[in-house]
């Protein structure tokens, strides 16, 4: 559609009516007109419509709306916006990427000499779409809110058709560079790192979309005389009519987001509770700061350790930018715990960030649905709830839960996901690196202790025992021998954990930090794994031989429960290859074992047989003990029935462990756990879940 307006004949003919001082007059005008025209021309182009629909499903009025949008958006913001609606037959398999480019430059769209803009296209058959920046545009909105502004707008497809899609692209863009421009006629940008909030509030959206309702209506009104008699403007109700319930007109998505009707709550008296969305269709992310991060509506902590809770999180999310919540009721009202969680933390304005960076803890006590869910959210968070880590953390929570200490167990996991923030482990060690902290230069710490037991397996006497034995070992060859058990590796490799605290503790001999470091990784109700790392002189004899003889022995060893015997081993194998240049393969000690258990079996054997012997005494006489047999024959009777009068019948009860955390938990104790979902908003998440 050609826009250009022919100044010059209605100049002509105004000039031959006018005396020459009004002559010159417009004139002037007319060259200041012709400039300013010139300068617009310069930094956009209003030749063609914003609104391009291959379908022809918009209406003249509805195309005329959506243009105006986008031309009020450039004029106040510095970037051009126009929106594509496909037909099958006009894509084919050209990607959109490809059709965005080719549509942006042969239309002549965008603004000022980089031709900033954004050009949004949308497949209504596959519900697909796309937006991609043009120019300096991409500096002003992040990628990550890119897709969430298409996933919001194709969600008013169904309810107000093509017209909806293209007004939702056009408005939350709006929006969002009215909330994060500044001065918004500089259209000022803003990088993704300077977005610390999201622009689609709701109260954003209602107070934007006000003036957008008002140009419809009165862009409604003057199309009205198009219409045939009797037949009532696009987009109103006939007269006397009442809208059903508090549902706004669906016909215009201006009425529907200025109502705030797209994160309307069902309220009280609901089966829902009260904070659910009337329709999770047309939720509009959003945050809120201020609201509380502990909802106890199950009651089940005390007010001290609530608002420590408040308090607490509060801290973390200032020093981390990560949002942790806790939600409890007493049923979660037919949903699954796992989406119950997701859209609490959704429909609330929880999260930090454009990814609504966070994680919410939901407690359900029902008795015959008790159980919790954590519900994680945005790419640092899901990436650090790995699948292993989920169950280190559900472990340890699951114990204070079934005692019934339920506000200590929840501090304890704010500060266990704190850690998990912080260093990438829960339970990380105090030497532990942060994440992303540079490695200390190196150093020698001739105080540290030799022998390192961050599993609590040993006793202080056996500790001590190996700490005088490792230190013996490394006087006499100057070397350092150390020994370190650990419950995990955490999200480093365990050839990664034992070679960090090797070097952040301060360990090795000499300039080339000589020494010798076994890594043992072992945690109540897990088999053991251990790994050996060597520096300088320490890997002189350690061959792969040797290495090997020393591992397998350790692994045989600690899972067999003999950790100080199998530890002190380790050390007089060291100190025999460091003397021979090899490791026995301690046929001794496979000896002595087998005597030992031999032994043991014998006194545990002798005792049990005197105790059954104390219980034992002479039968008597029965008469027709043999009736079970037909005389003459080798054909049995009925056991049940004759076998001394009487019948037995057993039932197996499988032993019920504490730790398994019953429920949805396997019978190995551990969580269930999704890598990958989402919720009722849409919003992917990932997370993990027990019951108790």
Known sequence: MARNTDLRNNTVSASRKLKLPVLLLLLVSLVLASAMTSRADELWTENYYRALDTTEQLSEAERDSIDRECIDLMKNYGVDFACLSLAPEHHDETSFRELAEEYYTEWEFGYGESKDGFFFLFDAASGEGEIFPFGNAGEKIPESYLQTIVQNSLKFYDTYGIHGVMYGGVRYTSVYLQDHAGDKASGTVVTEAAVTETAVTEAAVTETAETETAETQTSVTETA?????????????????????????????AVALASGDTNRRVGEGSDLPAWYLADPALFVPFHDVNASRVVDDADIFTDEEEARMEERVGEIRKELDRDIVIYTNKSACGLDHSIMAADFYDFNGYGCGDDFEGVCLYVCMDPEDRGWWVACTGPDTKGLYTEDIANDIDDALFDYMVDGEYGAGVLDWIENFRMLYVKGDPFAPSWYPERGAKAPERFHDSAAPRVVDDSGILTEEQLQDLRDYAKKISDKYGLDVVVNIAPRSGNLTREEYAKLFYEYNGYGLGDDYDGILLTVFKRQGYQSDNCLYASGKGLEKLTEVNRERLRGFVQDGMDGGNYHFTLKRFLQQTDHMERTGRVPRSLIYWIFMTVLSAVSGVIVGGISLFKASLRMA????????????????????????????????????????????????SSSGRSSYRSSYSGSSGRSHSGSGRRF
């Open 225 to 253: 005389g198009t219409e045939p008699a009797g037949t009532e403007p696009a987009g109103t109700e006939p007269a006397g009519t009442e809208i059903a319930g508090t549902r706004p007109d669906k016909s215009d998505p």
């Open 618 to 665: 002479v039968p008597k006489m029965q008469e027709n003990a043999d009736a079970y047999l037909v005389p003459g024959s080798l054909i049995v009777k009925n056991l049940g029935e004759v076998f001394l009068g009487s019948s037995t019948t057993s039932k197996y009860i499988p032993p019920v462990s504490r730790s398994s955390g019953g429920g949805s938990s």
